[in-house]
């Protein structure tokens, strides 16, 4: 059985027999699963009306636990973006009801970015539904598969937290 990678390297071999082009069998399937991954998330968050930088905001909230709310500043290093985006996030989000802004009581001059009940069900749904069909994604492996998987990416994926501080 081959995949269209097993035909791309063999291409390469066959034109740059002087190259190692071993890496490709690996990264370019990461690659395009990544795309079929994004595919598929892009399609849920769309069943629910949602934006993949909204679901990531308003993921981040949920996992902080109740009352899920984070300080702005929390919500930029969960979510990797600039303090001027994650203004215009948060602003969007409270305009469509799914956030509030609530005075922070251990800093008078800082704000709580807070789920509201409308954010916190749209996004526990979506959630559920992401889960569902990455669920279905990995059928085809066993569950010591995927735990082997997930190990030899995470593996690969450390040294590139490290770079971004996010160990």
Not at 63 to 91: C, F, H, K, W
Not at 118 to 126: E, F, H, K, S
């Amino acid at each position: 059985m081959q995949d269209e990678v097993d035909r791309l390297v063999e291409a390469w071999r066959t034109e740059r027999p002087d190259l190692d082009v071993q890496p490709l069998s690996v990264l370019s399937r990461v690659s395009r699963l990544a795309r079929h991954l994004d595919r598929a998330r892009r399609a849920v968050f769309a069943e629910h009306e949602l934006e993949s930088w909204e679901f990531d905001v308003l993921t981040a909230l949920r996992r902080a636990g109740e009352p899920y709310q984070l300080s702005p500043g929390r919500l930029l290093r969960a979510t990797l973006v600039t303090s001027g985006t994650m203004t215009n996030r948060i602003d969007r989000l409270a305009a469509a009801g799914m956030v509030q802004r609530h005075p922070d009581p251990a800093d008078k001059r800082g704000v709580l970015v807070r789920l509201t009940g409308a954010g916190l069900t749209r996004v526990d749904a979506a959630f559920a539904d992401l889960l569902h069909r990455e669920h279905a994604i990995l059928d085809a492996l066993t569950g010591d598969e995927r735990e082997t998987l997930a190990g030899l990416l995470r593996t690969l994926l450390i040294p590139f937290d490290d770079l971004d501080g996010n160990r």
